[in-house]
């Protein structure tokens, strides 16, 4: 008898092993987090997932502390998300958005976004009139404390906001056309606000600015600001002119998460989804 065929059943096992452990339901490798409909999610995702949540949740702010987060949670978190994001490119495939377009292929986030388009374009957007009810029914909402309509800048560098701040002094360049420019185009920003809303560092010099004085430059975590108050508003109601797109868009994206979440569960009906939570405790 040849060698071959006296080590054929050991190469037979061999062969069929994976199909065998399929078959009586072991565990896949450690490096699998989840599979849908076969497709792994792998551990090393998540872990890569885990690592952008904590770059971007987790910067420090003075006066705020940031609790760390339980890991198993935030890995379990991280797990929805990516599982959630293969179901949208799935749903892409179904309705062929996948297909190149003009010779280009989308990449992975155009396809999730054109997949959150088509699952709530069919949500309508809230009347006048149910804004007018939310805003009689939610009074408490809004009445607010004292707030300042004022501009806003965000620079990267300190000492491109110090010369931006003398240009501004010296009456060369308007707050308006300095966000123009910093925005590529757009107008700068212009809102009213409460202490409350702004970081701790520019909450703090708000009672010493004046109207129409630019502030001194102000680090934070997100680069470094300059401020301009144009009026100090007093405590009070918001009136509902000024609230109504506030309380429309309020109300139109309540429609559309609560119109995701309920694709979400039916998608998640027709795909076999399986979590390996034993995989997650270390991550």
């Not at 705020?64 to 990516?82: C, K």
């Not at 009074?139 to 404390?145: P, S």
């Not at 800048?153 to 110090?162: C, F, I, P, T």
Request: aromatic share 8%; net charge neutral; with cysteine.
């Amino acid at each position: 008898m040849s060698v071959f065929f006296r080590h054929f059943p050991r190469l037979l096992l061999l062969l069929w092993f994976p199909t065998l452990a399929m078959l009586v339901g072991c565990t896949p490798g450690r490096e699998t987090a989840a599979t849908i409909d076969g497709e792994i999610i792998t551990r090393s995702e998540v872990a890569e997932r885990l690592k952008s949540y904590h770059a971007e949740n987790l910067l420090p702010e003075e006066g705020v502390v940031s609790p760390q987060p339980d890991a198993f949670i935030s890995a379990r978190t991280a797990l929805e998300q990516l599982i959630n994001e293969r179901l949208l490119l799935l749903e892409a495939k179904r309705l062929g958005l996948d297909k190149p377009l003009a010779g280009k292929r989308r990449d992975k986030n155009q396809l999730i976004r054109l997949s959150l388009i088509r699952i709530g374009r069919d949500v309508v957007y809230p009347t006048l009139k149910e804004a007018e009810n939310y805003y009689e029914q939610h009074q408490e909402e809004f009445t607010v404390k004292p707030r300042y309509l004022l501009e806003h800048l965000l620079l990267d560098s300190e000492n491109a906001a110090w010369e931006l701040k003398e240009q501004l002094e010296a009456g060369s360049l308007t707050m308006a056309e300095a966000g123009t420019r910093l925005n590529h185009g757009a107008p700068g920003d212009k809102r009213p606000v409460s202490a409350e809303e702004l970081p701790p560092r520019l909450a703090k010099i708000l009672p010493s600015l004046q109207p129409g004085e630019i502030s001194p430059v102000i680090a934070s975590t997100y680069g470094y600001h300059l401020i301009r108050i144009e009026k100090k508003l007093p405590a009070g109601k918001i009136p509902f002119a000024e609230a109504e797109n506030q309380i429309k868009d309020k109300l139109y994206a309540a429609r559309l998460q609560e119109n995701y979440h309920s694709w979400l569960s039916q998608c998640r009906e027709q795909h076999t989804i399986k979590i390996y939570h034993q995989h997650l405790t270390d991550l």
